[in-house]
């Protein structure tokens, strides 16, 4: 278990890890911020994989990278097979003496909606049924962002997107979204849990306490997109905000089966 769960905004700042400038995010996108208060969160050395999306295009558009730590991505629908394939291989070079074991190393799976609901549901159940020692963060932005804003299994009811359009036909999304953190809850994993950027104290505490746990643990962190959802750039955290406070994204975890609301607007 870390030291203390908590970080204050002092004790933050100072932690440099984050995305190097220069990456190609939309204005106003609130996931470069999510990823520094992860990388800031964490007291170890982290070794990142990152399923194909906006993410991932953005951050490393060959041969240049914003990310200051090991990172790898394979492909759209695999990010919790590789990180575990990564985690495992960590493992074989400890029982062979052919690594220090004195400093741990925490690994983490980042994948956007269309990676981890979609595409990549079935690498991410079978990655936490084998118990491997990690941490899935989901981006959620509730649709396939970055090939042209199509829905998916995370965009709401009546959502307009260009696979869902609000018209005279439909009324946009006819389908309601999965509950993917009851999912993923379901696997008796030791810790899960939604957050937003809104609340970066809730975030931050929930990422350390995810990266203390041994065995799987899962954060989902809802993440709105500017192009996406259709409005100024300087709202994102203000709109991340609100879909907490109208209960839209509750704040809750589940550790060892067992439910816990953080925040009661």
Request: glycine residues 8%; aromatic residues 10%.
């Amino acid at each position: 278990m870390a030291e203390k769960l908590t970080l204050n905004l002092k004790e933050l700042s100072k932690r440099t890890e984050g995305l190097a400038p220069g990456h190609r995010a939309c204005a106003g996108c609130p996931f470069p911020a999510i990823i520094k208060m992860i990388l800031g969160a964490a007291d170890d050395p982290v070794v990142v994989a990152n399923a194909t999306g906006c993410m991932e295009v953005v951050t490393t558009i060959f041969p240049y990278t914003a990310w200051p730590v090991p990172w790898i991505h394979n492909a759209f629908e695999n990010a919790a097979a590789t990180i575990s394939g990564v985690e495992s291989a960590y493992k074989a070079l400890l029982r062979k003496g052919k690594i220090s074991g004195n400093k741990k190393i925490k690994f983490i799976a980042f994948g956007g909606d269309g990676g981890t609901y979609d595409i990549g549901l079935q690498s991410l159940s079978g990655a936490i049924e084998r118990g491997h020692n990690f941490l899935y963060v989901l981006y959620d932005n509730e649709g396939y962002m970055n090939t042209g804003i199509q829905r998916s299994s995370a965009t709401p009811f009546a959502a307009h997107t260009t696979t869902s359009p609000a018209g005279k036909v439909i009324p946009g999304k006819t389908q309601h979204r999965k509950d993917l953190t009851e999912i993923v809850a379901a696997h008796n994993l030791p810790y899960a849990a939604q957050a937003s950027p809104s609340h970066w104290n809730d975030l931050i505490r929930k990422v350390r306490k995810a990266l203390s746990v041994e065995g799987p643990t899962f954060i989902s962190i809802i993440s709105p997109c500017v192009p996406g959802w259709g409005y100024p750039e300087h709202m994102s955290i203000e709109l991340a905000k609100l879909a907490v406070e109208t209960k839209f994204w509750p704040l809750y975890e589940v550790e060892n089966g067992y439910y816990k609301i953080n925040y009661k607007p």
